[in-house]
């Protein structure tokens, strides 16, 4: 595909930075060498189940239990493989969780726990804090959504709530070696964030947790804020439970987002990278890479090369509005509005797992005649913003990119085209 087409050609960037990202592609490289007594695979993510998968194209057929979104399953024959909710968790990932709690439980020093994470295993491995029910958990994760706090000060909270977050995985199958395998979806590739690091010591405290409570304003039940003050399991980093762990992330958004810009680059594009690890409220990050964009297009000269502008990250949305939103879909409609119909300008936002929020949409695409379609169908596009409805808007347009499970997870991927 060539810039002269637009969106096919943002499209096959995208597509480009998820293939880069399928671990069945990547994995095997990074496996450590087999134990000399007991392999066990665990896991939890949007990808987990893909990464499973490779493992047994690799390795045969490993006992194990992966924890993954519905819909995302792979074909494993020793690893089993179960569905659970996500982003809000559910029955099934409280079951999971304890049979993989089970699984860890015995080993011994020269036994290897392959643990698989990614994006997404905040919510699919579920152990509440005691004192704290499902139902309560279901509403923390819910609140901590529509709050607008960033990915960091969520897991925070997550973690101190949780028995199995913040490295306490690691602790449960000590003294067993433990090689953790990851796929960041983090600004920042920090693996104590990912899956809000179930084989990672956290320094935080429970009073962090309230902290952040306090800060986004976000309101939970009484045995939530008790639990916080009795304490949590959270493993300190340096505990001696967490010396046998190994993590390494193998797969992260910068390298998603530099196969996309070498793919520009060979078409002849001006490829410009804004960072691989922005946070921010969507609307306004998209308003501020829309005057970059508009400046961007009053310098160019004629004859000049297609301008790209690649960034990726993960934005969030403060809900005050009761429509079907993310933040990829948000920030596109945000993104049109600024430009107001600017010829020359196409851009793509999407999340590399093809789930934006809670949504199974990808994200949306956009270019000049956006807001003009709209106007067409008497629809409002600040309407829709104010209602945090982005995705039914790009639906009433023909504007949603729907992708299905990608099996990967490398956070969100943007690209503005000034051509």
């Not at 087999?34 to 695979?41: K, N, Q, S, W």
């Not at 990808?47 to 998968?53: F, H, L, T």
């Not at 809670?358 to 270019?367: K, P, S, T, V, Y």
Request: aromatic share 2%.
């Amino acid at each position: 595909m060539t810039p002269q087409c637009p969106e096919a050609f943002l499209r096959s960037l995208f597509d480009r930075a998820v293939e880069v990202a399928d671990p069945m592609r990547s994995l095997a490289e990074h496996l450590p060498d087999r134990p000399a007594g007991r392999l066990i695979v665990v896991g939890a993510g949007k990808a987990s189940a893909r990464m499973a998968e490779a493992v047994e194209a690799a390795w045969g057929i490993p006992q194990g239990l992966v924890i993954t979104r519905y819909g995302y399953a792979r074909p494993c024959q020793g690893i089993e493989i179960i569905e659970a909710a996500h982003p809000v968790p559910d029955a099934a990932g409280v079951a999971a969780t304890r049979r993989m709690l089970d699984l860890l439980g015995g080993l011994g020093p020269d036994d290897l726990v392959l643990a698989l994470i990614s994006g997404g295993a905040s919510a699919l491995l579920t152990a509440p804090s005691e004192g704290v029910g499902l139902t309560e958990k279901q509403a923390v994760n819910s609140a901590l959504l529509a709050s607008g706090a960033p990915i960091g000060a969520m897991n925070v909270v997550r973690k101190h709530l949780s028995r199995v977050k913040g490295g306490q995985i690691s602790a449960a199958a000590f003294p067993a070696q433990v090689h953790a395998l990851m796929i960041s979806d983090i600004p920042g590739d920090d693996p104590a964030c990912i899956g809000s690091g179930p084989t990672v010591g956290d320094a935080s405290t429970p009073d962090d947790a309230l902290a952040v409570l306090r800060k986004w304003n976000v309101e939970v039940p009484d045995s939530v804020i008790t639990a916080l003050r009795k304490g949590s399991g959270v493993i300190a980093p340096g505990d001696e439970r967490l010396s046998t762990t190994r993590n390494l992330i193998y797969a992260a958004p910068a390298q998603s987002l530099a196969a996309a810009g070498e793919l520009a680059q060979a078409a002849g594009c001006d490829v410009r990278l804004l960072g691989d690890a922005l946070e921010g409220e969507a609307s306004e990050v998209a308003r501020v890479h829309a005057e970059l964009a508009l400046a961007t297009a009053r310098q160019r000269k004629p004859g000049d090369l297609p301008v790209l502008l690649l960034s990726g990250g993960e934005l969030t949305v403060t809900r005050r509005g009761g429509g079907i939103g993310g933040p990829n879909a948000e920030y596109c409609l945000a993104l049109a509005i600024a430009l107001n119909g600017t010829a020359g300008i196409h851009a793509i936002a999407c999340d590399t797992d093809g789930v934006d929020g809670a949504a199974d949409i990808a994200g949306a695409m956009i270019g000049p005649e956006t807001v003009a379609q709209a106007g067409k169908l008497e629809i409002d596009p600040e309407a829709a913003l104010a209602a945090n409805d982005a995705h039914s808007f790009f639906a009433s347009i023909g504007g949603q990119v729907v992708t299905g499970p990608t099996l990967t997870n490398v956070n969100d991927f943007r690209a503005i085209l000034i051509a």
